[in-house]
């Protein structure tokens, strides 16, 4: 006679004992037909679902599940750019144009003004810089920080001879704050700050007719 056998098998982790499920332990099409023999065959098929569902509780037990840890590290993003002549003095970006190898600054203060991280980051080919805040403590801890109210962008330096005066745009020189953006995952708290500018070493005079 062919048995057919059911085996409960873990999706992960270590393997343990789990006793197999016979498929014949259920009730056949004849015992269905005669009550008694269905009321003999009932028993075994009650005990394996008991000695199923126990070994599931058992597993959940022994390795129960644990969300990732929410925030491990900071990081800011912002974009630099080159302000167009015709918008200096304003907060305008209409005509700016990215800034690669800028540089910025990210520092963070505690509640009694004193320095607790700063470090330097330079933008990439598109102005777009990636501040990674290693050593930050997060809240949780005595010594733990708040971003959102503790740490400030700030414009450092140009690589672009010809755009390379410092502008409070986005308070680029006051200090650019933190807010969140919207790709925060389990692994990174991601801030955004700016869009920051410098400004053209030269404009020429526009005419006066």
């Given at each position: 006679m062919e048995m057919h056998v059911l085996y409960?098998?873990?999706?992960?982790?270590?393997?343990?004992?789990?006793?197999?499920i016979y498929l014949s332990d259920l009730p056949s099409t004849d015992a269905q037909n005669d009550p008694k023999m269905a009321g003999h065959q009932l028993i075994p098929l009650l005990v394996a679902s008991l000695l199923f569902v126990t070994q599931l509780?058992?597993?959940?037990?022994?390795?129960?599940?644990?969300?990732?840890?929410?925030?491990?590290?900071?990081?800011?993003?912002?974009?630099?750019y080159c302000q167009s002549c015709e918008r200096v003095g304003t907060?305008?970006?209409?005509?700016?144009?990215?800034?690669?190898?800028?540089?910025?600054?990210?520092?963070?203060?505690?509640?009694?003004?004193?320095?607790?991280?700063?470090?330097?980051?330079?933008?990439?080919?598109n102005g777009y810089f990636y501040?990674?805040?290693?050593?930050?403590?997060?809240?949780?801890?005595?010594?733990a920080l708040q971003p959102l109210?503790?740490?400030?962008?700030?414009?450092?330096?140009?690589?672009?001879?010809?755009?390379?005066?410092?502008?409070?745009?986005?308070?680029?020189?006051?200090?650019a704050p933190l807010r969140e953006a919207n790709e925060t995952s389990y692994e990174v708290v991601l801030y955004s700050a700016g869009p920051l500018a410098f400004r053209p070493a030269y404009c020429p005079l526009k005419p006066h007719y």
């Open positions: 409960i098998y873990r999706l992960n982790g270590p393997s343990l004992p789990v006793r197999p509780v058992a597993l959940a037990m022994a390795h129960p599940y644990s969300a990732p840890a929410h925030g491990a590290h900071v990081a800011v993003q912002g974009v630099v907060w305008s970006l209409t005509g700016a144009k990215p800034l690669p190898s800028a540089k910025v600054s990210v520092s963070c203060i505690d509640n009694k003004n004193r320095v607790r991280f700063y470090e330097s980051f330079q933008t990439d080919g501040a990674l805040l290693q050593g930050l403590e997060l809240k949780g801890s005595p010594a109210r503790a740490c400030k962008v700030r414009l450092v330096s140009s690589a672009d001879p010809k755009c390379n005066l410092l502008t409070n745009v986005n308070y680029g020189i006051a200090g």
